[in-house]
């Protein structure tokens, strides 16, 4: 089996078992595992509060993962390569991202691949760059589009 599947499900067990017993207190996070190697290629999973593990090509997490995960289902993520969905990933943070209602937040990036031989490692500052300057004149397009109408 793949890494990602068998700790994921390890996990799951684990956090599972602090939902059934009474004097055990449940965990309160969702956690994202993503692994890569030469025979399986991408696998991403999430385990949600309850144990109950899933897969997917794209997922996202934590406040406003509603709007994320609708934005990542617009996108063609089994065709398009790391570089790429580096950036759609910051305008997808970015436009999820409430000014009003939520703090500051700083863009940190991450990824695991073929470019990284299947290690996880921060995103090279070029690549981080050029995706932080993408997602802003995207979220300031929208915005302008916003004030014409």
Same mark, same amino acid.
């Given at each position: 089996?793949?890494?990602?599947?068998?700790?994921?499900?390890?996990?799951?067990?684990?956090?599972?078992?602090?939902?059934?017993?009474?004097?055990?207190?449940?965990?309160?996070?969702?956690?994202?595992?993503?692994?890569?190697?030469?025979?399986?290629?991408?696998?991403?999973?999430?385990?949600?509060?309850?144990?109950?593990?899933?897969?997917?090509?794209?997922?996202?997490?934590?406040?406003? !993962?509603?709007? +994320? #995960?609708?934005?990542?289902?617009?996108? /063609?993520l089994s065709s398009?390569?790391?570089? =790429? @969905?580096? !950036?759609?990933? +910051? #305008?997808?943070?970015?436009?999820?991202? /409430?000014?009003?209602?939520?703090?500051?937040? =700083? @863009?940190?990036?991450?990824?695991?691949?073929?470019?990284?031989?299947?290690?996880?490692?921060?995103?090279?500052?070029?690549?981080?760059?050029?995706?932080?300057?993408?997602?802003?004149?995207?979220?300031?397009?929208?915005?302008?589009?916003?004030?014409?109408?």
């Open positions: 089996k793949c890494k990602a599947v068998v700790s994921t499900q390890s996990t799951g067990k684990y956090m599972h078992y602090f939902t059934v017993y009474g004097h055990l207190r449940p965990f309160g996070v969702s956690i994202l595992i993503g692994t890569w190697d030469e025979i399986n290629g991408p696998k991403l999973m999430e385990i949600d509060p309850s144990g109950t593990a899933r897969g997917y090509y794209g997922c996202a997490v934590g406040k406003g !993962k509603q709007n +994320a #995960k609708t934005e990542i289902e617009k996108l /063609d398009m390569s790391c570089r =790429e @969905l580096v !950036k759609e990933v +910051a #305008k997808v943070i970015y436009s999820v991202h /409430d000014e009003v209602k939520d703090k500051h937040f =700083e @863009l940190e990036l991450s990824w695991i691949g073929k470019e990284t031989g299947g290690t996880h490692q921060l995103v090279p500052q070029d690549i981080y760059a050029e995706a932080k300057t993408y997602a802003e004149e995207a979220l300031n397009d929208s915005d302008d589009e916003d004030t014409d109408m």
